[in-house]
């Protein structure tokens, strides 16, 4: 198993390290785990003046996983476009063709205090968004900022979904809630969107592939009040991808803390490159104070998707749950009573947990 890792920037590269001692556990365990460090983001760009050097994306495409931290710093915005580390992370995504994004969120209930809504409104929240990864107004053509006649600038980007793209991603949510508790909910605004009024006919045909799933439609407005309101209705929300990357960090807050949220971005063939959902947040970079503990859950999703290996999945997502248990909590996450610890210090904890 080769796993590409891609710590990238801000905190990437701490909350990586974490995720990397659990990997080495499970070496020394007699695990056959290889490791690939590559750069990524701002730290590509800085070596290689590309924000994904071509042997990172080599790298990756040999890989049989990537594990990524994050990109992004605020001292890059004001290069061009194609050299922001953004790019970098879309490219990749596209490139593997990682269309299927997976953002679950789930509660774990010592933290319900943590999370800013009623303990009551949160308490057993387990809900998974299925994200459209590599298409939508991300990467429509055209796009750009251009001069009009009249001297003013004008932005343009463009919202599309062709039929193929909008059945993949629905056949991914329709055959996870067919491991869960068969209900889909699709999100678009179909009310004003063309692009999204053919999303909504695609994935009511879909359904009829699946007679056990209940499917309900929901504009993405009303979706964004129901997550606040009354976020235990959902099972699993299908949407794409600017929807979707709006409502997982929506979500994510529901849980306490976007430190908490993994994520898995997968191909046709379950091949995967696995990420916290949050971002680099380089305001606490280099402080040792970050929240580990998405990255190191979406290493679990890692051993669930891309190796099938269910056993070592739910190893690592009990380590997190008795850490959490145990009353470890980074900044993010403390409450009063809680033990407040280090980004280190919350790797560790899940390393003799382990
Ligand atoms: C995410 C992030 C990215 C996205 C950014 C960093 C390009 O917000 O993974 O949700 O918009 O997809
Ligand atoms: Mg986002």
Avoid at 230 to 259: R, W, Y
Avoid at 267 to 294: F, Q, R, T, V
Avoid at 334 to 346: A, N, Q, Y
């Amino acid at each position: 198993m080769k796993i590409a890792v891609l710590p990238g920037d801000g905190i990437g590269p701490e909350i990586v390290a974490q995720a990397v001692k659990v990997l080495s556990l499970l070496q020394a365990d007699g695990m056959p785990l290889e490791t690939e460090q590559a750069l990524i983001g701002g730290a590509g760009y800085e070596a290689a003046g590309d924000p994904l050097p071509e042997a990172t994306f080599k790298l990756a495409q040999q890989a049989d996983a990537v594990l990524l931290g994050a990109v992004g710093d605020w001292k890059y915005d004001s290069l061009p476009r194609d050299v922001r580390p953004e790019r970098g992370l879309l490219r990749i995504r596209k490139g593997l063709n990682l269309f299927a994004n997976l953002r679950p969120a789930l509660l774990y209930p010592e933290l319900a205090s943590a999370s800013t809504l009623k303990p009551e409104v949160v308490a057993g929240l387990d809900l998974m968004i299925v994200r459209e990864l590599t298409g939508d107004i991300y990467f429509g053509q055209p796009r750009g900022i251009s001069t009009l006649e009249n001297g003013e600038r004008e932005g343009v980007n463009t919202m599309r979904y062709n039929e193929s793209e909008i059945r993949r991603i629905g056949r991914v949510a329709f055959d996870i809630a067919m491991k869960r508790n068969k209900k889909v909910c699709s999100v678009d605004k179909a009310n004003v969107l063309e692009t999204t009024e053919l999303w909504r006919q695609v994935m009511i045909d879909l359904a009829k592939d699946y007679p056990e799933v209940e499917l309900s439609h929901m504009y993405v407005d009303n979706a964004a009040m129901q997550l606040i309101r009354a976020p235990k209705q959902f099972d699993v929300m299908v949407t794409g991808n600017i929807f979707g990357d709006i409502l997982s960090d929506e979500a994510s807050m529901l849980t306490g803390s976007i430190g908490m949220l993994p994520s898995a971005s997968l191909d046709e063939n379950n091949k995967g490159m696995y990420e916290p959902s949050h971002g680099s947040a380089p305001d606490i970079a280099g402080k040792d104070i970050a929240n580990p503990l998405a990255t190191i859950l979406s290493l679990a999703m890692m051993f669930r998707y891309t190796f099938a290996d269910m056993a070592t999945a739910d190893r690592i997502e009990n380590a997190v749950k008795r850490v959490i248990a145990q009353g470890y909590r980074t900044g993010d996450i403390w409450t009063e009573g809680t033990t407040r610890v280090s980004c280190s210090g919350m790797g560790d904890a899940v390393v003799a947990a382990l």
